[in-house]
């Protein structure tokens, strides 16, 4: 499965952002969806994980109630609604491709995208 990321960009904190993963390949809904996040000097974080049907979703307790992460398998497609954004919010989010317990426990993914850049101005 190729993970093509796009969607970031500069928005004032407070303002809303959806970012969209497209997938080309094997059967896309074979496969959990994850979004995960990188901080400027941090490490990879998950942020939310979508079941292979689209009806499962977990988040980091942190981005609850504000991010919302919704899988189309019609168009290969899983998308991160950010709304209420924060300068803590600003990071690099990867798309990712697995199993629902891998992907949420351990951030193993079979398949990741290359990343698009969320910078959040205060």
């Known amino acids: 499965v190729q993970l093509q990321a796009y969607g970031g960009g500069l928005v004032q904190a407070g303002g809303s952002l959806t970012l969209s993963c497209a997938a080309c390949?094997?059967?896309?809904?074979?496969?959990?969806m994850a979004w995960f996040r990188q901080a400027p000097g941090k490490g990879r974080e998950f942020v939310a994980v979508v079941s292979q049907s689209g009806l499962s979703t977990y988040y980091r307790d942190t981005v609850r109630g504000r991010v919302t992460i919704s899988k189309d398998n019609t168009k290969n497609t899983v998308n991160l609604r950010i709304n209420l954004l924060k300068p803590e919010d600003t990071a690099i989010y990867y798309c990712?491709?697995?199993?629902?317990?891998?992907?949420?426990?351990?951030?193993?993914?079979?398949?990741w995208g290359q990343g698009t850049l969320v910078t959040v101005s205060s």
């Open positions: 990712a491709a697995g199993t629902l317990a891998g992907l949420s426990t351990t951030g193993a993914a079979d398949y």
């Open positions: 390949g094997r059967v896309f809904s074979d496969y959990a």
